[in-house]
Nanobody, 127 residues
Framework: QVQLAESGGGLVQTGDSLRLSCAASGRTFSHYAMGWFRQAPGKEREFVAAISWRGAYIYYVDSVKGRFTISRDNAKNSAYLQMNSLKAEDTAVYYC????????????????????WGQGTQVTVSS
């Protein structure tokens, strides 16, 4: 089983940037697609971005396209979310997660396709 820990959140102003990191334990990190989700107060957890296990395929929710970039470094057992031009509506707790199945890139925008979750990191964007 993979354990995940997010970091890099904080309080920033509109237009600023943040880089979130997701550190994974376990030797099979590279076998799993990775996703980033977020949950704002009073709202359901929503998909933000995903990267396939080999890094060949990347997906974003429309609201972050052109502003956020997901990446992974399998040698470091880590995934990242670079967030630029932040908006107040990006305020949420951000979670990383590994896909439910190894070597599977199916349905990566669906929360139910993920198994292991981190504890989350708070991102607050003030306007």
């Amino acid at each position: 089983q993979v354990q995940l820990a997010e970091s890099g959140g904080g309080l920033v102003q509109t237009g600023d940037s943040l880089r979130l990191s997701c550190a994974a334990s376990g030797r099979t990190f590279s076998h799993y697609a990775m996703g980033w989700f977020r949950q704002a107060p009073g709202k359901e957890r929503e998909f933000v971005a995903a990267i396939s296990w080999r890094g060949a395929y990347i997906y974003y929710v429309d609201s972050v396209k052109g502003r956020f970039t997901i990446s992974r470094d399998n040698a470091k057992n880590s995934a990242y979310l670079q967030m630029n031009s932040l908006k107040a509506e990006d305020t949420a707790v951000y979670y990383c997660a590994t896909a439910l199945y190894q070597y599977s890139d199916y349905g990566l925008d669906n929360l139910s396709r993920y198994a292991n979750w981190g504890q989350g990191t708070q991102v607050t964007v003030s306007s």
